[in-house]
């Protein structure tokens, strides 16, 4: 499959990245060609096998319900671009 | 009950309901990071790096969240699953701080289980639960502070919840709100969740279509966020009418995410919905497939306590109408509350007193049952001393006055106002002897036949006891003199 | 006194004990070597006066008895470690100026050991790349020069401020991270020594993630001894990461000068692949016989699916930093574009914060997780993966440790390679197999090219078993016995 126009501006679309006319034309044929790379997966037979999330084989760790962390909005608030009364501040979201 | 259904201009329609129950999982700290859960703090006062979704933080679990789900999945008499995968749910939003919500998707840590809901009319019906997953909340936007701005407070960020979702088994506004009713009142039940709507404990995403009766299911609606069980009854009545007004119009519903407007109690389409989602859900890679021991969820089925349905049903034994004991089983703190007044009571007396003349006084005094100047066993002391005779019925609800006025003891109000009630046979046989004397007349009335009259003669006795006399003492007594 | 940058971390734990030199001088000479070889732009940010501030520590606690495993040592920190109250870029425009309100667990404990930091270690952008060309603090530039042109050479990547500045000697050790072969390709390039260990064994709290299934934290250094050192101190157990594995971290550099005596060592013959180049296959039987020399058994296996591994990882790494980088969106920290409106902020704080590579992988990953794609490819990927992990597995039944080349050539000129992205991602075909399995890989220089330029031998071990990955390391370190400098160096070597 190779990933033309569009669809390379719905995907940016998606993840949030202003793409102009020619980087999506650039973007299309380079996202292409590593489509094809990938799709040479397609040779190896995968019937019956499951799929692997994780290469380790252990319990997943729980921590104890204690409160250990916060109580820092200074420091959460730092490195924010705008801020205001201790609250992140952006461009106005209509719902 | 038979399916209510609305009546439109071509016929009749049936509405078909599912709702997905958000319910903040009671802990002191989140699902994935150590600040507090706690609500009402300054903003971002209760944030972690991890919850700000700072670069190079981890997740890692709340032990106490899982046993939790656990729990409320036992409670909803559903199926727990020893396999459970958390994934990323990926998409843009100011109060999304990771830029994707860890939450799960292929495989919830609870599986299909059932309730039984309450109807007004006294029946029960049964709900299918779709699932139960673990999943963090978002934090909060502002939008009403600033003109062009929004502000964000991640306190809220990472909170845990437990996305409960039904099946659309309900048909109607009052089998929606019966249903959020009988969910909170099991968590509540469990101590897994505080269930208070008003801070957000809580929150009720309702999933609507109209069909004709018998029909195959119509295009759905989803009411985001409806914060309280009267908001659920009027956006679902408002969503319902508005969907037959488009079908009946010829119309197409759309499927689509509304907002539910308070202010109005109508819904609408929510704006920034225009950009189909695409969640792109896939496996958290920080986390590790979660898997439960068969012994850690025989644990917790040990430490279950009694639910409201079993609790329901031990009522009625009792001796309780099924209408006071489901009234009495819908909160906890009411049910528990009870058992402490019926602890060495008449199980019916002890009823109507909680029912009736607390809740009575407390609706009056504008008071939750927290708030009760009378405590439980206060309240169960009373009923003692009209089951030992040491008052009657009457007086002691004047009693209960003095009580709920000043917190005192029964016992100590019965005794600084000498209202014993008076069992000694010959005081009240002096009172009855003086009464009859008075009125020979009336005595000649009754003796001819006229049956009425003991009702005066007994008032008369007990009036002149100041209300003490016991009445059955009295009762006998003047039966006796007048012999008959 | 003696160029102190020339000790290796080991003899210059050595001098400090016996206080031949001060850890002030220690650092002291590595920050006059930084300052000299700015050209190179191994660092984004110098932090020299930290540095001398912790030597000065450093010195006192060897005055008192009470020095760590490291104590005096400078280091480089990959600038992919987030340090606290210290600019973290990961070399992007994104991250300009995030002063992070923690420290790395990995970074922590190098301190907690008495290592000195010099400097954030420049790297390819989020470390995506393979020749630190996509770094937005600009290029790196490998301290070897070829002998057949003048022009500059890529150091190799993600990690390629670390290796340079390791091979440079304007530090004696670094940091790196691994996802595909970060540490081991430009280790390769460099003439250095880098080891990825087994995915689990070094915390990842703090690290900004590209590929969080296989992203891991490990040191180069300019030999195995120092590397096992260095690792000692960054490896363990950290309950802030729920995918680091609760185990007890071995005295790695014991294994250090320990006989591989019936030994049996793996070549997997899938490692024979097209376009390699001649001089690196001839490398490779070199080092089979050194191994047969020091009495090693030599055993021929087969990891069938490894010529699958890049695409696995083409699709498992751009789908998971699809998703981990999407917190960059100019609302907490770093860059933020203002636009018309919310959606519009976020598009152009992300088209202007982040550099090419890494919108090229933050689309792919996108599109193989969007709806009616996963399956295909996303859940294909994981399928192979989990066949690629099976055939270390059933490769480990026959040996205890794998021999195979690095990287399949020698360290190209900036600029070369770039015309597409493809042909730049075969860079890494041989070390992203262990990345997918979460196995140990390490890289040594082992040789030079025609052209005068490092060639590296890649050692793959069975999961936890670093220990046999240095004792077969140092074996071969003695036979080949490297000792080429880079030109850059010569003159003042001489
Ligand atoms: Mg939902
Ligand atoms: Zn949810």
């Not at chain 1, 499951?50 to 820092?72: N, Q, Y």
């Not at chain 2, 995403?205 to 409806?226: F, W």
């Not at chain 3, 709806?371 to 294909?380: H, V, W």
């Amino acid at each position: 499959m190779s990933i033309d126009i569009n669809t390379v501006r719905k995907v940016a679309k998606l993840a949030r990245i202003r793409t102009t006319d020619a980087e999506t034309e650039v973007l299309s044929g380079e996202l292409s060609k590593i489509l094809k790379m990938i799709e040479q997966l397609n040779e190896v037979n995968t019937d019956g096998v499951e799929p692997m999330t994780s290469v380790i084989e252990m319990k997943m760790p729980e921590r104890e319900d204690k409160v250990t962390d916060g109580g820092i909005p200074e420091k959460i608030l730092a490195n924010a671009p705008e801020h205001t009364a201790g609250f992140f501040v952006v461009p106005k979201v209509v719902e | 009950m038979a399916h209510a259904l609305l009546k439109g201009e071509t016929g009749d329609w049936e509405m078909v309901i599912g709702l997905e129950v958000h319910a903040q999982v009671l802990t002191k700290s989140k699902l994935f990071s150590g600040a507090s859960a706690d609500f009402g703090a300054a903003p971002n006062a209760q944030v972690s790096p991890i919850d700000a979704g700072m670069p190079g933080m981890l997740p890692v679990i709340n032990k106490l969240c899982i046993e939790k789900a656990v729990r409320t999945g036992l409670g909803l008499n559903a199926k727990i699953n020893m396999y459970s995968v958390f994934e990323r749910k990926n998409y843009f939003y100011p109060d999304l701080p990771q830029g994707y919500q860890i939450s799960q998707y292929q495989h919830p840590i609870v599986g299909e289980g059932i309730i039984e809901i309450d109807l007004p009319d006294g029946s029960i019906k049964k709900i299918g639960i779709e699932r139960l997953h673990l999943e963090q909340d978002a934090g909060k936007s502002l939008h009403d502070q600033h003109p062009s701005k929004s502000y964000v407070d991640l306190n809220r960020s990472g909170n845990p919840l437990m996305e409960i979702v039904s099946k659309p088994d309900m048909n109607s506004a009052e089998e929606a709100a019966a249903y959020v009713t009988k969910l909170r009142a099991i968590v509540r039940y469990l101590d897994t969740c505080d269930g208070n709507m008003d801070e957000g404990s809580m929150r009720c995403d309702v999933n609507l279509s109209m069909r004709r009766p018998g029909a195959p299911l119509g295009t759905r609606c989803e009411i985001k966020n409806v914060n309280s069980i009267r908001f659920v009854q009027q956006a679902i009545e408002y969503e319902a009418r508005r969907q037959i007004e488009v079908l009946e119009g010829g119309g197409k519903i759309t499927q689509e995410t509304r907002l539910f407007d308070t202010k109005n109690g109508t819904t609408r389409t929510m704006r920034s919905k225009e950009d189909a989602h695409d969640y792109r859900y896939f496996p958290d890679p920080d986390l590790l497939p979660l898997k439960l021991e068969q012994a850690f969820v025989d644990d917790i089925k040990k430490t279950l306590p009694e639910l409201p349905d079993a609790k329901k049903k031990r009522f009625i034994d009792m001796g309780l109408s099924p209408y006071d004991a489901s009234v009495l089983v819908a909160e906890k703190e009411r049910a528990d509350f009870y058992e402490k007044v019926a602890d060495n009571n008449d199980p019916k007396l002890a009823a109507n007193w909680v029912t009736t003349e607390l809740a009575g006084a407390l609706n009056k005094a504008g008071k939750a049952l927290h708030d009760s100047p009378i405590s439980a066993e206060k309240l169960g002391g009373l009923l003692k001393l009209i089951a030992d005779n040491t008052i009657s019925g009457k007086i002691a609800k004047e009693v209960f006055s003095e009580m709920f006025a000043t917190g005192k003891d029964a016992a100590k109000i019965v005794d600084e106002k000498g209202l014993k009630q008076v069992t000694d046979t010959g005081t009240i046989e002096k009172l009855v002897n003086e009464v009859l004397a008075e009125n020979p007349d009336k005595v000649a009335e009754y003796k001819a036949g006229k049956d009425k009259m003991f009702g005066f003669f007994v008032g008369q006795v007990l009036k002149r006891s100041g209300g003490k006399a016991n009445p059955a003492m009295v009762n006998d007594l003047l039966k006796a003199k007048l012999g008959s | 006194m003696k160029n102190l940058t020339t000790l290796t971390i080991k003899e210059a734990l050595i001098g400090l004990k016996k206080k031949e030199f001060t850890a002030v001088e220690l650092t002291e000479a590595h920050i006059k070597a930084a300052e000299a070889a700015r050209h190179l732009n191994c660092y984004i940010t110098e932090t020299f006066d930290l540095a001398r501030k912790q030597a000065k520590e450093s010195d006192a606690r060897y005055a008192k008895g009470t020095a760590g495993l490291l104590d005096g040592i400078p280091v480089a920190m990959k600038d992919l470690f987030c340090t606290e109250g210290i600019q973290t870029t990961a070399a992007s425009n994104i991250l300009k100026g995030f002063k992070p309100p923690y420290e790395s667990t990995v970074s922590a404990n190098l301190w907690r050991d008495g290592a000195t930091m010099l400097g954030k270690a420049n790297l390819d952008e989020f470390a995506m790349g393979s020749s630190n060309t996509t770094s937005a603090f600009g290029n790196v530039i490998n301290p070897w020069r070829s002998k057949n042109h003048d022009k500059p050479l890529v150091p190799g990547g993600s990690g390629g401020g670390s290796a340079a500045a390791v091979a440079a000697r304007i530090a004696m050790g670094a940091t790196g991270t691994d996802t595909g072969g970060s540490i081991r390709q430009p280790a390769a390039f460099c003439g250095i020594a880098g080891i990825k260990p087994t995915y689990g064994r070094c915390s990842r709290f703090g690290i900004v993630a590209f590929a969080s299934s296989l992203d891991q934290a490990g040191p180069t250094a300019r030999t195995s001894e120092d590397c096992a050192l260095m690792l000692q101190s960054m490896a363990g157990y950290d309950p802030k990461d729920s995918t680091s594995v609760n185990r007890p971290v071995p005295e790695y550099s014991k294994s250090i000068g320990q006989s591989v005596k019936g030994l049996k060592v793996g070549v997997p013959k899938e490692y024979r692949i097209d376009g390699t180049n001649p001089e690196i296959i001839k490398l490779w039987e070199k080092g089979v016989q050194m191994m047969k020399d020091a009495g090693a058994e030599i055993v021929d296996v087969s990891l069938p699916h490894t010529k699958y591994a890049l695409q696995t990882y083409y699709v498992i790494a751009p789908a998971e930093c699809s998703s981990n980088l999407a917190r960059y969106d100019g609302v907490r920290f770093g860059l933020r574009v203002e636009g018309d409106n919310l959606v519009d902020t976020y598009e152009k704080t992300r088209a202007e914060g982040f550099g090419k590579e890494v919108k090229r992988r933050i689309l792919i990953g996108t599109y193989v997780l969007s709806a009616g794609y996963y399956d295909a490819y996303y859940n294909k990927a994981r399928s192979v993966r989990k066949l690629i992990w099976q055939d270390f597995i059933n490769a480990y039944q026959k040996c205890d440790v794998l021999l195979t080349p690095t990287v399949p050539t020698p360290a190209f000129a900036i600029g070369e390679n770039m015309q597409d992205p493809v042909t730049m991602y075969l860079n890494d075909v041989f070390t992203i197999p262990a990345s997918m399995a979460g196995m140990p890989g390490m890289s040594l220089p082992v040789g030079l090219s025609s052209d005068g330029l490092p060639l590296g031998l890649q050692l793959l071990g069975k999961p936890f078993d670093e220990e046999t990955v240095f004792k077969v390391a140092h074996v071969i370190e003695k036979a080949a016995n490297f000792t080429a400098l880079p030109q850059s160096l010569m003159s003042k070597a001489a």
